[in-house]
């Protein structure tokens, strides 16, 4: 009985500790190996965010593709561009991963987070491009190789230069129904009659302790290995406050069903 009681009161107290969902989350790690630098168009890459260890989070809003487009078709059809004028398709963002700092060079495996809202119905996709595979991307999509610039270093002279940067590709598509709210001024409305919005959500990049351990949290395992030691060094004065009073409870058990017995 003992027992039974103190595994209720455990899973009242863990599910009061417990919090709603209220965000979704895709996650991709990946290794930061070496590859070639290659000289992109600044016209199409200069307009993309960058990520790095002092600014490793940021906040977006992406317009998403119509409800029933297959992700990987998104930003695919219609998209033909030049250097001179880059078109960008409003489903998708490019940011660029900048792993060169001085403070994150001596890791090697990261983390790349995308988290929005769970009430708004989207389904997104993240990429990550090589600066190589950038170049034959964009050369694909704007019908001509990608030049280096006058003055440039070309790869035939000398050893070829090298980066840990990398690119990622995100794109978002309408999943669906959202949360219904309730509209006084258009009681009637229809799903086919809703604007789709633009989805709001969150980019963290971080590096990986271990290969397996976000640098976010790191605090939170810290907090509860100490909670874990400190529960387990207590628990033996716990049993042993506990003990007489278990077995005074367990004698008038003992007692009540010897009384039954005699009666």
Known sequence: MFGR?????????LLLLCSGVAANTE???????????????????????????????????????????????????????????????PHELWVTLNLDDTTWRSYRAFTLRLSWAAS????????????????????????RQITLPEGAPSFREGPPPITRTKYARIRVVDAGVP??????????????DRAVEPVHFILILEQ???????????????????????AAMAFPRVLAYLD????????DLN?????????
């Not at 890459?45 to 998403?64: D, F, I, K, Y």
């Open 27 to 89: 996650i991709i790690n990946f290794i930061s190996d070496l590859q070639r630098s290659v000289d992109l168009s600044q016209a199409v890459v200069g307009n993309w965010a960058t990520l790095n260890s002092s600014h490793n989070e940021r906040r977006w809003a992406v317009q998403p593709a119509p409800f029933g487009t297959p992700l990987h078709e998104v930003c695919e059809t219609d998209m033909k561009s030049t250097l001179a004028s880059p078109v960008m398709c």
């Open 208 to 230: 990986l302790y271990g290969g397996v351990l976000p640098a976010s949290q790191l605090p939170t395992i810290c907090f509860l290995i100490s909670v874990l030691l400190a």
């Open 120 to 143: 708004t119905p989207a389904d997104f996709l993240i990429e990550l491009y090589s600066p190589e595979a950038v170049s034959t991307f964009l050369a694909s999509r704007q019908q």
């Open 5 to 13: 009681s103190s595994f209720a009161v455990s899973c009242i107290f």
């Open 255 to 263: 007692d009540i069903a010897s009384l039954r017995k005699a009666q």
């Open 244 to 251: 007489p009073f278990v077995l005074q409870a367990r004698e």
């Open 179 to 192: 949360t219904p709210q309730i509209q006084l001024d258009r009681p009637n409305l229809r799903l086919s």
